[in-house]
């Protein structure tokens, strides 16, 4: 009975940090969510706008790494995948692994905390497809920053993209 109860604890606190990493990424969407608002020009805390300007894109109307960024997290975090996605694909997939590595880490804490044996391999191929994910997502990041360069390069084609947003 002392032994049962102890390795229940032991589990508990196994758990535990896996179920509160994925816990808090899951309350930060959560608290975005309520609190911020975005369409395609800004974001909005509480319904009124942010005016944040790009300090590359101002001063030499070159996109930097992480434009888009705060309006593509709280776009995606509302469910506009494609939306985040058009206005920076790497913060559209993050948003899209991280939400997904939370899920496996309360998954994960739900196995250890039980005392499954499914816990240790889970884990193992959790650790194995994060790193791929996270290439993935750097990989995605990249291109789509090449790809903002490429537009800011050449307007007329940035103009032709803005109509086609319009359209769809
Ligand atoms: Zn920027």
Do not use: K
């Not at 944040?52 to 975090?77: E, Q």
């Not at 913060?91 to 905390?113: E, H, N, P």
């Not at 993935?136 to 800011?152: C, D, E, K, R, S």
């Amino acid at each position: 009975m002392l032994r049962h109860q102890s390795a229940a604890l032991a589990g508990r606190a196994e758990a535990l940090p896996a179920a509160a990493a994925g816990s808090a990424v899951f309350l930060n969407a959560l608290a975005i969510r309520v609190l911020l608002q975005a369409d395609d020009a800004r974001v909005y805390i509480l319904g009124r706008p942010v005016e944040l300007a790009c300090a590359l894109r101002t001063r030499f109307g070159i996109p930097c790494p992480t434009c888009g960024f705060s309006r593509a997290v709280v776009l995606a975090l509302h469910g506009s995948i494609g939306r985040a996605w058009h206005l920076a694909p790497g913060a559209a997939a993050g948003v899209c692994a991280t939400l997904a590595f939370a899920a496996a880490l309360l998954i994960l804490a739900a196995l250890r905390a039980s005392r499954s044996p499914a816990a240790q391999p889970f884990g193992r191929q959790l650790r194995r497809v994060s790193v791929v994910c996270a290439i993935l997502v750097g990989v995605i990041w990249a291109a789509g920053w090449a790809a903002a360069l490429q537009q800011a390069r050449h307007p007329h084609f940035s103009h032709l993209t803005t109509i086609r947003t319009q359209i769809e």
